[in-house]
């Protein structure tokens, strides 16, 4: 899809399958509905992904581990968003999640540097069976 942005309070409806940008970039105020029903949804960014501020996430007909993102530099979730999914980065050596202050995020976040800012939380529910896709033997 190249470079995306969704605009400030929209509401972004996705179903199961894979999807892939070289950026994404999802405004204030924006709601996303992740369809998981009928499996998994699988995210491939390449360069970078990033949340702002007040983003809600919501799963139907599954749980957080059913949404899974690849992305190669970066991912931030900023202020006072709810999010959810295993966030992966591919460039181990350089990826950088940081989930900002009064978050919270039901996944997991694997890249060399994670960080989780005041008041933040995240509930561990990573998506084992996807990851064991892309990566096992």
């Known amino acids: 899809y190249g470079n995306v942005q969704i605009k400030e309070n929209s509401t972004l409806n996705l179903s199961t399958g894979e999807y892939a940008f070289d950026?994404?970039?999802?405004?204030e105020g924006t709601t996303i509905n992740l369809d998981?029903?009928?499996?998994?949804i699988i995210f491939d960014a390449v360069t970078s992904l990033q949340f702002k501020?007040?983003?809600?996430m919501n799963v139907i007909g599954g749980t957080a581990a059913d949404f899974v993102v690849r992305v190669e530099n970066s991912a931030?979730?900023?202020?006072?968003g709810t999010y959810v999914?295993?966030?992966?980065?591919f460039q181990a050596a350089?990826?950088?999640m940081q989930?900002?202050?009064n978050s919270t995020l039901t996944g997991a976040l694997y890249g060399d540097t994670v960080q989780v800012k005041e008041n933040s939380v995240v509930h561990g529910m990573p998506a084992?069976?996807?990851y064991l896709s892309f990566f096992g033997p």
């Open 76 to 80: 931030q979730f900023k202020e006072d």
């Open 99 to 101: 989930v900002k202050e």
């Open 23 to 27: 950026s994404i970039e999802i405004k």
């Open 94 to 96: 350089s990826a950088e």
């Open 85 to 89: 999914g295993t966030y992966f980065g």
């Open 53 to 56: 501020e007040d983003v809600v």
């Open 128 to 130: 084992d069976n996807v």
């Open 36 to 40: 998981v029903a009928m499996g998994p």
